[in-house]
């Protein structure tokens, strides 16, 4: 069930600083991922897919009407619901549920379940914006989500750290993880602009 209309650009504007500060405490934990730094990179940890969380819930407010069955609505509201669930998965990840919810769904590496997060969060936010992007006046917004996902997986899927990375390349890693920072940063200033000013 969609918000009421008068609530619906509320959560759109609340949810671009939240996308703003998604992208900057990204790219914080990045910084501050050294050894004497765990306490904050602890914290980071856990606001970080809370704040992801929020970034969607304020863009699944600007995309199409899920009422509608056209493709851009099906697969704004598939992404959506990916996207939230792997950011709650991320929560959950960094409170150290890795192993409970591991063992619920038979799975015997730790780290599949972070992997798992990455991939519901970037595929919802991918969908997302191809959603937005069929849609008149969000074409903008659509592009940027959709850039968004692209640099997210690349970051992933070369991080050294990890050991579910197809090819680990440090350098590409913090590049492409750079570049996912500021595009969150970017398309969270877009919500803040309510739709009239657009």
């Known amino acids: 069930m969609r918000s009421s209309p008068r609530t619906t650009p509320t959560r759109a504007r609340l949810g671009g600083p939240t996308a703003v500060l998604a992208g900057l405490c990204y790219g914080a934990a990045g910084f501050f991922d050294r050894p004497n730094t765990d306490a904050l990179v602890s914290v980071l940890s856990v606001a970080l897919p809370a704040l992801f969380l929020g970034g969607l819930l304020g863009l699944h407010a600007r995309l199409?009407?899920?009422?509608?069955?056209?493709?851009?609505?099906?697969?704004?509201?598939?992404?959506?619901?990916?996207?939230?669930?792997?950011?709650?998965?991320?929560?959950?990840?960094?409170?150290?549920?890795?192993?409970?919810?591991?063992?619920?769904l038979g799975l015997e590496e730790r780290t599949a379940i972070t992997f798992f997060h990455w991939v519901l969060l970037l595929d919802g936010l991918t969908l997302m914006g191809l959603a937005a992007s069929l849609r008149g006046g969000l074409r903008l917004l659509g592009v940027v989500v959709s850039i968004s996902g692209a640099l997210g997986w690349v970051s992933v899927l070369t991080d050294p750290a990890s050991s579910y990375v197809l090819v680990p390349v440090r350098p590409v890693h913090v590049a492409f993880a750079a570049a996912f920072c500021l595009s969150w940063v970017v398309w969270g200033a877009v919500l803040m602009v309510p739709r009239e000013n657009r």
């Open 64 to 104: 199409p009407d899920a009422t509608q069955t056209d493709f851009a609505s099906s697969a704004g509201s598939v992404g959506f619901v990916c996207g939230c669930f792997g950011a709650v998965l991320g929560i959950a990840g960094a409170l150290g549920l890795n192993g409970t919810i591991a063992g619920a």
